[in-house]
């Protein structure tokens, strides 16, 4: 193969890029990210046949180009997630959310949901759905569900296949992998696959947080969106708490990441636990 030669990204094709990435996500690159645009782009341009970022730009702007906006914002996106990231919301959730939502759901007769809203590869959402099947291991009769969802499709895909490498798959206690993990042999070596069980429980589906409604169920009893809104300026995340807010039963709970504090925003949750939130009732 010819060594590749990255074209050089102007400042005014930088601009538009930055631009279009924020109309349709609301990723705010800033300026100082051109370096990263242009590694994370380089490939994409070549495989498309790109001579130049003018050219990209035109085929963004083009009749074809809705695909390959979502193309853009799949790879400008970061994505980095793994098992149990931020363990102590999962304890959280476990010793004292759970409790409390569990009682609510079987006094009303209903099934509980929850909603991982920036799901990338999948690990949050299975972490999350691990924490309900053994919470639910003794308690029959308590049915659940979580939706997982994401702006990138690659992710997606990746969610839903649910495989992933053997050494990635760190989970607290060894007893949970044989329990909810099949190995994988043959060409499947070196990987773990999620059961069927445990993927039954997860629907995924794409979502970019700033459309205009939610295909998933008003009403929910916790949603994770963590680790998504650092890469939002205050405005849209201000609207995206009052949102989140709003597909929360009263009393339902949301869960940030560690570095995301509300602080600021004029919400109007409850602060109950470092970056754990609750609707009032
Ligand atoms: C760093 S990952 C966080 C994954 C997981 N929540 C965690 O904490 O480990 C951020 C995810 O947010 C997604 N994302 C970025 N902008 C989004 C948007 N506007 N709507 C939905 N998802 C978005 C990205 O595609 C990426 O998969």
């Not at 001579?51 to 790879?75: F, T, V």
């Not at 308590?142 to 490498?165: K, N, P, T």
């Not at 709970?253 to 409850?270: A, D, I, Q, T, W």
Request: with cysteine.
């Amino acid at each position: 193969m010819l060594p590749f030669s990255e074209p050089p990204l102007s400042p005014a094709a930088y601009a538009f890029l930055e631009e279009l990435v924020y109309q349709r996500s609301r990723i705010r690159l800033g300026v100082d990210k051109q370096a990263l645009v242009a590694g994370r782009l380089g490939r994409r341009l070549q495989s498309l046949g790109c001579g130049s970022y003018e050219e990209y730009c035109g085929l963004l702007q083009s009749a074809e180009g809705e695909d390959e906006i979502s193309a853009l914002i799949d790879l400008i996106s970061t994505n980095h997630t793994h098992f149990f990231r931020e363990a102590a919301h999962f304890d959280i959730l476990a010793e004292r959310v759970l409790p409390v939502l569990a009682e609510r759901a079987a006094a009303a007769g209903r099934e509980m949901q929850f909603w991982c809203a920036a799901a990338a590869s999948g690990e949050e959402a299975y972490s999350l759905a691990i924490v309900l099947a053994e919470f639910c291991r003794s308690r029959p009769g308590l049915s659940w569900r979580v939706y997982a969802s994401d702006i990138s499709r690659r992710m997606l895909a990746a969610c839903r296949l649910g495989i992933y490498e053997s050494d990635k798959v760190d989970l607290p206690t060894p007893d949970l992998l044989a329990r909810h993990f099949q190995k994988g042999v043959g060409e499947r070596e070196g990987y773990y696959r999620v059961k069927p069980e445990l993927r039954r429980h997860v629907t995924t589906d794409y979502v970019n947080l700033f459309q205009d409604s939610y295909p998933v169920p008003r009403e929910l009893d916790a949603i994770f969106c963590r680790n998504v809104m650092i890469y939002f300026d205050v405005e849209s995340r201000r609207l995206l708490v009052e949102r989140l807010f709003e597909q929360l039963a009263p009393g339902g709970y949301l869960f940030v990441g560690h570095s995301e504090s509300l602080l600021g925003l004029g919400h109007r949750f409850k602060a109950v636990h470092p970056s754990v939130y609750v609707r009032p009732s």
